[in-house]
């Protein structure tokens, strides 16, 4: 026998009917109270707790926004990547120029301030031309007879000797450099003021020999020109000393000594017009 039950829909009936009545008693009663309500406070309450997540979101999708619109704005024809490409090359060009403009000057400078501060009588010079081997250590300038050079005047840069004109032509000289193997210049230590000989090498390394075993020498000592034989004036910084040994039974050391020119980077140079004239010792 089949038995049917109204009992569920009665229930569900008065279920829907209650949750109409609640609903409609908050409506009213939040209307009421307002902006003091005491469920205006729950739901902020509820915005409070919720605020963190909702920040968290926001930051996550951030940079997710900010590359769609980085994207959007490549929209660049290929002619005018062409024209920034054009214009970048020769901005380089430019700034490369600018900085090689600064450097000369910057060596110039340099040039000139030695010269007054020693009170020399030289003429400037440019390195037009580098013959630097094992064979020979050479320079050329842009210099010569005609500028009243001669042959044996000494040659400086801002850091020191260079070395001395060898061979004279009407617009241009060349220089033999101290570190050429066939170059010599009478020396003096600085501290010990003992006198020597101070020669080049193929390898391009100065020497300094004819230094008594006995004198005292130190790593970083200068070494300037002895004024003695009239090639060069007294007082010019050759470069300093690096290494030393006294072997047993030796009369002399064997001095090496760093020049303070690089050779193959000077580009603007003096030539000592008189020879002289006395420099004072020590000068850099």
């Known amino acids: 026998m089949k038995i049917s039950s109204t009992r569920p829909r009665i229930t569900d009936r008065v279920l829907i009917g209650g949750l109409i009545i609640v609903s409609m008693l908050i409506t009213s009663i939040d209307h009421r109270g307002g902006e003091e309500g005491t469920l205006r406070a729950v739901r902020q309450g509820a915005q409070v707790i919720a605020a963190p997540v909702a920040a968290v979101g926001n930051w996550a999708f951030t940079p997710v926004r900010s590359a769609s619109r980085w994207l ?3 929209g660049v024809s290929p002619a005018d990547l062409e024209a920034l490409e054009a ?18 000057n910057q060596r110039l400078t340099r040039l000139l301030e030695f010269v007054a501060r020693e009170g020399l009588d030289t003429i400037g010079a440019r390195i037009i031309g580098r013959q630097v081997s094992s064979w020979e250590a050479v320079l050329v300038i842009d210099r010569g007879s005609i500028d009243g050079v001669e042959l044996g005047m000494p040659v400086l840069a ?93 009369l002399f050391q064997t001095i090496t000594v760093e020049p303070l020119v690089d050779v193959h980077a000077v580009e603007s140079v003096v030539v000592l017009m008189s020879r002289v004239v006395q420099v004072q010792e020590g000068s850099e």
């Open 87 to 104: 214009q970048n090359v020769s901005l380089r060009a430019q700034v490369a120029s600018l900085e090689e403009e600064r450097r000369e």
């Open 158 to 250: 801002p850091e020191g000797l260079l070395g001395h004109v060898f061979e004279v032509n009407d617009s241009s000289s060349r220089i033999r450099l101290i570190t050429d193997q066939k170059s010599g210049v009478a020396a003096v230590l600085q501290s010990s003021r003992q006198e020597g000989v101070v020669s080049g090498s193929a390898d391009g390394r100065l020497t300094m020999d004819f230094v008594s075993a006995d004198t005292t020498v130190t790593a970083g000592e200068a070494v300037l020109t002895s004024g003695i034989g009239g090639m060069y004036p007294k007082g010019l910084l050759i470069g300093s000393v690096s290494e030393f040994e006294v072997r047993r039974g030796d």
């Open 72 to 74: 959007s704005g490549l």
